[in-house]
């Protein structure tokens, strides 16, 4: 594992955890929440400069659901993180003098929608890479022999965490804002600030998972549709 690659890991880490911390924009206050995104979506750049040659290699990718899916989620992932870029600009506190003529209500949903909807889209990204995550995390920790009990307790962990996601996502009416429906139920910052965190990293573990045993489960019943069907002893006698 070359020190390039660890530390694209470190970037990517980071761009996730400015993403959690500009949803806290009424404990944060606008000036924490902008140089927040600034810099996340400096490390957008960043990852998109480590990643360059993928783009050239999506015309050639393998047609199948995996790879198609894949190339999916990133262009929709793009699209949020522009709609997300545009609608900072417009509502920016910073550049009012420009553009305050564009900083309305409306824009300020649509920064919001794009915001949520890039959660759920970088946790489904994620979750298509969860085995090499997974490889990584082996590596740096001298794991090299498969466990069975070892794997019992991931499976039970992402089990527990998938389960506290749905409630989180009912705890920060989730759905409301991924479907930009007008709402009052914001988080009461001033009785807990680590749970409002928890509760959105749970949500993206939530889609984490999902995605994460719905591909293995898909990749599993492609096999058995692909193998050749075996043939009767009766026939073969």
């Known amino acids: 594992m070359t020190p390039v690659f660890l530390s694209r890991l470190v970037f990517d880490l980071g761009a996730a955890g400015l993403l959690l911390f500009g949803f806290s924009y009424w404990w944060l206050g606008n000036v924490a929440h902008e140089l927040a995104g600034t810099a996340m979506f400096v490390l957008v750049i960043v990852h998109n400069g480590f990643n360059r040659r993928w783009y050239g290699t999506v015309p050639k990718a393998r047609r199948e659901a995996r790879a198609l899916f894949n190339i999916a989620v990133t262009f929709l992932l793009i699209l949020a993180m522009l709609a997300l870029l545009v609608t900072s600009v417009l509502i920016s506190n910073a550049l009012s003098g420009v553009m305050s003529a564009y900083a ?34 082996c590596k740096l920790t001298g794991i090299s022999q498969p466990s069975a009990i070892r794997t019992l307790v991931l499976r039970l962990i992402a089990l527990a965490i998938a389960v506290f996601g749905v409630w989180s996502s009912f705890e920060l009416a989730i759905g409301t804002k991924l479907s930009m429906q007008m709402t009052l139920d914001w988080w009461n ?49």
């Open 189 to 237: 910052f001033e009785a807990s600030v680590a749970s409002f965190f928890v509760h959105c990293m749970a949500i993206a573990g939530l889609y984490m998972c999902l995605t994460y045993y719905i591909m293995k489960w898909l990749q599993k019943s492609m096999r058995k549709t692909a193998s050749p069907t075996a043939i009767p002893e009766e026939v073969r006698q």
């Open 104 to 137: 309305g209500f409306t824009v300020r949903q649509l920064h919001t929608l794009a915001a949520y909807w890039v959660l759920v889209i970088v946790s489904v990204h994620l979750g298509l890479r969860w085995p090499m995550l997974m490889g990584v995390s």
